[in-house]
């Protein structure tokens, strides 16, 4: 089974950035889509951003030309950069995957159906914003 793992939460500022990281256990799956969750207290989790295997993204408008997905698939690293945060962004981040043996994964499709198109997820990293 693949397991991932997150890191890089913590606290940052309003207006500031964070970087979190995700390692991916080694995988031989060329068809897949990697995601950045996130869960406030109270509310459901949401999707944040979405990544394919072949680089396209999708990205949720809530975080829009803030927060940037990048994977380096050499070490099998999934990458969110969050920029100019908000405190609206404090909530437990978790990446997660959906590896398939065929066919594409379109990240806008996986954007839209959310978590339940998700199997393989970290255990989550908190990241609270202040000023």
């Known amino acids: 089974a693949v397991h991932m793992e997150e890191s890089g939460g913590g606290s940052g500022r309003l207006g500031g950035s964070l970087r979190l990281s995700c390692t991916i256990s080694?995988?031989?799956?060329?068809?897949?889509?990697l995601g950045w969750f996130r869960q406030a207290p109270g509310k459901e989790r949401e999707g944040v951003a979405i990544i394919e295997n072949d680089g396209d993204i999708s990205v949720a408008d809530s975080v829009k030309g803030r927060f940037i997905i990048s994977q380096d698939r050499m070490k099998n690293m999934l990458y969110l950069q969050m920029n100019s945060l908000k405190s609206e962004d404090t909530a437990t981040y978790y990446c997660?995957?959906?590896?398939?043996?065929?066919?594409?994964?379109?990240?806008?499709?996986?954007?839209?159906?959310?978590?339940?198109?998700?199997?393989?997820w970290g255990q989550g990293t908190q990241v609270t914003v202040s000023s």
């Open positions: 997660a995957a959906h590896f398939r043996e065929e066919g594409p994964c379109y990240s806008d499709d996986a954007l839209e159906k959310g978590e339940r198109f998700f199997y393989t």
């Open positions: 080694r995988h031989t799956y060329t068809h897949y889509c």
